[in-house]
């Protein structure tokens, strides 16, 4: 089955700068999530969505980060406008469903931003 | 608050040690505790522990959960130049959302 496909692979934006990244996850997979991975931490998970509704976006900067999950597959996240603190590699995961106990999260390969 | 420590941070060894990783937390409502490989940039999964006490393996990789002190164990043993990695611990819990530590870095020299 082919993966979690993301993009861009890379990005270098000036900060006060938009940006966003695109997320197609496994065909059928219910659940999409959107972590953010600091140099040196684990993925810190920003956004939740099961199908189209929002799960859980406690931890999501709302002032400058935005994301949509229309029709239910594909998931863009905007940030707007970017700080320096942003800079991060941007984690797109799914999974088959809520309670999923046959694997693990699918991760895809990651946008890694750059704020200069 | 929900938190998840693994040690140690980092750990240097030479090509057929055996090393074990360990991942304590303290989650509500936790439900099973997943292990990551991490090379590059994505995560790749290992393990689902769900139940304490029952041995998970694959190939020289094993992990094990213990539900009541609240921690789990990643062993690897007869190490390779291919298991340098951050080795990623995940509690699984509420609305299925996963919490991760910082990770151990491994690093496994010739």
């Known amino acids: 089955e082919a993966g979690v496909a993301q993009s861009p692979r890379y990005k270098i934006i000036e900060k006060r700068q938009s940006v966003a990244f695109w997320c197609n996850p496994i065909?059928?997979?219910?659940?999409l999530y959107w972590y953010q991975q600091i140099l040196g931490q684990g993925p810190k998970l920003l956004i939740q969505?099961?199908?189209?509704?929002?799960?859980?976006d406690s931890q999501l900067p709302k002032d400058r980060f935005s994301a949509e999950r229309l029709k239910g597959v594909d998931s863009t996240l905007k940030i707007q406008p970017a700080k320096l603190e942003d800079s991060a590699v941007y984690l797109c995961?799914?999974?088959?469903?809520?309670?999923?106990?046959?694997?693990?999260?699918?991760f895809g390969s990651g946008t890694r931003l750059t704020v200069v | 608050e929900d938190k998840v420590v693994q040690s140690p941070l980092s750990l240097v060894v030479h090509e057929g040690d055996t090393v074990t990783l360990n991942c304590s937390y303290e989650?509500?409502?936790?439900?099973?505790l997943l292990w990551y490989k991490q090379e590059k940039k994505a995560p790749t999964f290992l393990f689902m522990l769900?139940?304490?006490?029952i041995e998970k393996k694959s190939g020289r990789l094993s992990s094990i959960l213990d539900k009541k002190e609240l921690f789990s164990i990643l062993n690897i043993t007869a190490t390779q130049t291919g298991d340098s990695a951050v080795y990623l611990c995940?509690?699984?819990?509420?609305?299925?959302?996963?919490?991760f530590g910082t990770g151990t870095r491994l690093q496994v020299f010739p």
């Open positions: 769900t139940s304490s006490g």
């Open positions: 995940a509690p699984l819990y509420n609305t299925d959302k996963l919490i």
């Open positions: 969505f099961q199908n189209n509704g929002v799960v859980d």
């Open positions: 995961a799914s999974s088959l469903d809520l309670g999923s106990r046959r694997s693990g999260y699918t």
């Open positions: 065909s059928g997979h219910a659940t």
């Open positions: 989650v509500t409502n936790f439900r099973s």
